[in-house]
């Protein structure tokens, strides 16, 4: 299985090529992915994905950083100051009955 640094490796190659492009992403972001990264791994070789497959290499390290860096700015109408929120995942509408 992978080591952290394996993962901090991975994670700082495809952070630099996103940097390259305009990205900001800090140090605890980076290195949260990297620990994501490395459960993400864990629970793939679980699933029969091995470090062969192009979800090892690719989706998952794509995975850990986008979830750990995105964020989105959103402009408050009455004094139109910035707060840093979360980007939401996928939504299920749920409907509780009254």
Known sequence: MPALDHAR???NDLAADRRSR???ITADQLEAA???L???WAAAAR???TPDH???TTY???AALDSTTAKRSKVN???GAKSEQPERGLTIGIRRRP
């Open 77 to 79: 109408r009455a004094g």
């Open 38 to 40: 490395v459960d993400l």
């Open 60 to 62: 998952l390290p794509r």
């Open 54 to 56: 192009r979800a090892w």
């Open 9 to 11: 490796t991975v994670i």
């Open 22 to 24: 305009g990205a900001t």
């Open 47 to 49: 699933h029969g994905i």
């Open 34 to 36: 990297a620990a994501l």
